[in-house]
């Protein structure tokens, strides 16, 4: 199998993929600056941390499991000094969205993300349904992109990625610009900013006297049942007096013009804020 050079290894991410990645028969060495994440490494994986000269010898794969405001900046640094033919596998569209990993021709850049559990799932395990985030028992999509590099390196992206997202339910083979538009655009701009507004609509009711716990059930088994019939889990159709909520709702919460949110000029302005 690969040997596998991991960035950012005691991080929260870092410490979830390396985890995952013990699992498999990946050869996985460790990269990690700071204090905290050298003796988490130690505490929670039972590994040190390597040099990163060390690390990227020889290693197929490179994971840069950091934040995206430090990518370009170690990619910087690192990517000059990888053999020809390393894959380097970043975790978020962002920074190569905006342009911050080096040109290299001769190495190849795998970008992936975990599209998290649903909602709407089959977990029968007591795990499974308290595993939001994914990664540890509850099973998940994964988007993939071939940013550059061989066709043949798809394959082993894929793997890569299934390996520290798993468990893995299927992966979905994508662009950077999809991704990119999937998060930040569809993830964050949209979903989580109306379920912030969601969640402060609930705090308004309880402001004027409905006790908190009734209305999170409320609006928590709304959700459920709303969610199931317009993302078509079950067959149904909603009442007349809740199309016409709908129909005054929408353009009362939204403006006219918010889908330009994914207008490429949008998107790009979005992961330069976040890099």
């Known amino acids: ?159 890569v990625a299934r390996a520290i997202f798993a468990p893995v339910s299927r992966t979905y083979r994508v662009t950077v610009d999809q991704i990119a538009l999937l998060e930040p655009g569809l993830s964050e701009t949209v979903c989580a900013s109306l379920l912030t507004v969601m969640r402060e609509a609930m705090d308004e009711v309880v402001a004027r006297g409905v006790p908190k716990e009734c209305a999170r059930d409320f609006l928590l088994g709304h959700m459920n049942i709303l969610g199931a019939v317009i993302f078509e889990e079950v067959d149904g159709v909603f009442s007349d007096a809740c199309n016409k909520a709908i129909e005054y709702g929408v353009p009362a919460l939204m403006k006219d013009d918010w889908k330009r949110v994914f207008e490429p000029q949008e998107i790009l302005e979005s992961v330069r804020r976040i890099t």
Not at 59 to 65: K, M, T
Not at 67 to 95: E, F, H, N, Q, R
Not at 119 to 136: L, M, W
Request: charged share 20%; hydrophobic share 40%.
């Open 1 to 159: 199998m690969e040997t596998v050079a991991l960035f950012g290894a005691g991080g929260k991410m870092g410490t979830r993929l390396g985890k995952n990645l013990a699992r498999t028969d990946f050869r996985v060495r460790h990269v990690e600056v700071s204090d905290a994440g050298i003796a988490r490494l130690k505490s929670e994986i039972g590994v040190d941390s390597v040099d990163p000269d060390m690390a990227i010898a020889g290693a197929q794969v490179v994971i840069l499991a950091l934040p995206d405001t430090v990518i370009g900046k170690v990619a910087a640094g690192l990517v000059p000094k990888l053999d020809p033919g390393t894959i380097v596998v970043v975790l978020d569209a962002a920074s190569p969205h905006a342009g911050h990993l080096p040109e290299r021709a001769d190495i190849t850049y795998f970008v992936t993300h975990p599209c998290h559990p649903p909602i709407f799932n089959n977990e029968t395990t007591e795990a499974g349904r308290k595993d939001h985030f994914g990664g540890v028992a509850a099973h998940q999509g994964v988007v993939n992109a071939l940013m550059q590099g061989p066709e043949e390196h798809y394959d082993i992206g894929d793997r």
